[in-house]
């Protein structure tokens, strides 16, 4: 086949249809298409792109892949500090120590420093220091392994590394996979969830459910894992903004970045969002709900309301801004349940703590202790605390309560209609108005100490990413990561530069790490990596996922 060369706004006819990213050029090739640059790793780096298919009428999804493995497997060891023990240290002095210390057992350890930046306070970055032995080739991760188990009989806490995840610069490789939706094409846009709120489902079983013609994994939740020590025991609560069919079913962490389908305004919307709830009682006395269809007392990625404040004591008293992945607790909160959480409400440990059933008018039917069976249809008010004394002060039996919920957007506009769907997922923006734009500050991707931007941000992994063009085409985008043969991950700049070639005019990152999942037509069609020392691909459970389904 002769080359070609065309603009990539145009379609290039190769096997089948090529869609590529606007403004970049293209050389037609009979594996492919090999593109000008995808902005990944150095320039010299060639991007291919594969033919593109079709999903349906107006749908394509395409795969380009870059860069090839030049990163190594190590082996790091686990530093005492003054703070206790860290992988990652800032005073130099301890790193070096350990090094020294390895040196007389007979190890030849090394000290690797990345600089973070600092976000708040006017600071420029902070070093992070970590004490690594060993260098192995990228196809060496056994070699890595077996000295772990030598540095381990020796005495030191150990893990295995690629030094891909550092963020530092790499040449990957990559595998970055694309779904556009014209948005002339018969269909709907919405976020699902599985058998319940409160329970976990892989994102294939949730697109079978919903007959998704692609899916990807919506926002983080309460993920049962050794990461996650204030697990509630409810691994598919949301963390965070969850709407479908127009029915809020998990609170914002407010101020937090959102994508927003089907709503007010536009199809297809990226924005901060804050969710408000409240009830008014037969007497006429209000009360602002804590929480939708949460265990009482306890906020996942903080951003709520009344006396909210971290677990960990860190942030400010009270905590009312968000914070990715951090625990906020309550003693005195109302939550409502409403039945898409589940069978049971939760069982608080005090015996005040008090269940006010309602029907589905919100006409109060039963007061009971708190914990117990959720009707069909209804809706109930748990309170703890001062929140159960309320409720025990205002709720009566045969009384109504009256319910009223807004949802806004960063100008304080309502973005909801007939058909609304909503996910707030990890974070942060990537892409607003055409440029880049990362606000990990307002997403709380930032240590509450010191400032500096969480791993999340700066170091490499699978992402979810969403957004959408300046011609209204939806972009659903996962980039693999945690294998060095085939895709390492991204940063979150890496993930902004890379919507922001693909011609998003406004962009988020949904999830990061083993949630990354892209399904389409029923089909896994990405490679989900649990950890980097995974031995495969592996679909993880999650709480919710968007979809895409025929009208």
């Not at 050389?27 to 594969?50: C, F, I, N, R, S």
């Not at 924005?271 to 409240?278: A, F, Y």
């Not at 709380?444 to 931007?453: F, I, L």
């Amino acid at each position: 086949m002769p080359r070609l060369r065309r603009g990539l706004a145009a379609a290039i006819a190769l096997t089948s249809m090529i869609v590529l990213p606007p403004g970049a050029s293209a050389v037609a090739e009979d594996a492919g298409v090999t593109a000008q640059h995808l902005p990944l790793g150095p320039a010299d780096l060639e991007t291919v792109a594969e033919p593109a298919q079709d999903v349906a009428p107006g749908i394509t999804y395409q795969t380009f892949s870059q860069g090839r493995p030049s990163d190594l497997w190590s082996v790091e060891l686990e530093i005492d500090w003054p703070g206790g023990k860290s992988w990652r240290v800032g005073n130099r002095t301890y790193a070096d120590a350990m090094v020294a210390d390895l040196a007389d057992k007979g190890f030849a350890g090394r000290v690797d420093t990345r600089q973070v930046p600092v976000l708040t306070g006017g600071g420029v970055s902070l070093p992070q220091n970590a004490v690594r032995v060993g260098r192995f080739d990228a196809g060496d991760q056994a070699g890595a392994t077996r000295l772990k188990g030598w540095l381990e009989t020796s005495g030191y806490s150990a893990r295995t590394v690629y030094t891909a995840q550092d963020g530092a610069p790499s040449t990957g490789p990559w595998q970055v996979r694309v779904v556009k939706v014209d948005p002339t094409a018969n269909v709907a846009f919405k976020a699902v969830h599985g058998q319940d709120v409160s329970t976990a489902q892989t994102v294939r079983d949730m697109a079978t459910a919903a007959g998704a013609l692609v899916a990807v994994n919506g926002s983080e939740f309460d993920i049962d894992s050794p990461t996650n020590p204030n697990y509630s025991g409810f691994g598919g609560d949301p963390e965070g903004l969850y709407v479908t069919g127009n029915n809020l079913l998990s609170e914002a962490n407010n101020g937090r970045t959102a994508l927003l389908l089907e709503g007010a305004g536009a199809r297809v919307r990226v924005d901060e969002v804050t969710s408000r709830t409240q009830v008014t009682a037969a007497d006429g006395q209000v009360r602002q709900i804590d929480g939708i269809n949460r265990v009482p007392g306890r906020i996942r990625g903080c951003g709520g309301i009344g006396a909210d404040h971290r677990l960990d004591g860190k942030g400010t008293d009270p905590e009312t801004r968000p914070w990715r992945g951090a625990l906020c607790v309550d003693a005195d909160e109302v939550v409502v349940f409403r039945p898409e959480w589940g069978t049971t409400t939760p069982r608080p440990d005090a015996a005040e703590n008090v269940d006010v059933v309602m029907d589905g008018n919100w006409k109060v039917t039963e007061i009971r202790a708190a914990g117990g069976p959720i009707p069909a249809g209804s809706r109930i008010l748990q309170g703890i605390g001062a929140g159960a004394a309320w409720l025990r002060a205002h709720a009566a039996v045969g009384a109504s309560f009256k319910p009223g919920t807004s949802i806004t957007d960063s100008q304080g506009k309502s973005v909801t209609g007939p058909a609304f769907s909503a996910v707030a997922g990890g974070g942060p923006a990537l892409v607003r108005d055409g440029e880049v734009l990362i606000n990990t500050v307002a997403n709380g991707m930032h240590d509450p100490v010191w400032g500096t931007a969480s791993s999340a941000v700066v170091e490499r992994h699978p992402r979810t990413l969403a957004g959408v063009t300046a011609a209204g085409e939806l972009l659903l985008v996962t980039i693999d990561g945690r294998d060095p043969a085939t895709s390492v991950g991204v940063t979150a700049q890496e993930a902004a530069e890379a919507m922001k070639w693909l011609g998003a005019e406004d962009a988020l990152s949904l999830g990061v790490g083993g949630d990354t999942t892209l399904v389409t037509k029923g089909a896994l069609a990405n490679r989900p990596m649990d950890s980097w020392t995974a031995t495969g691909p592996m679909e993880r459970k999650v709480g919710n996922a968007v979809v895409v389904v025929n009208k």
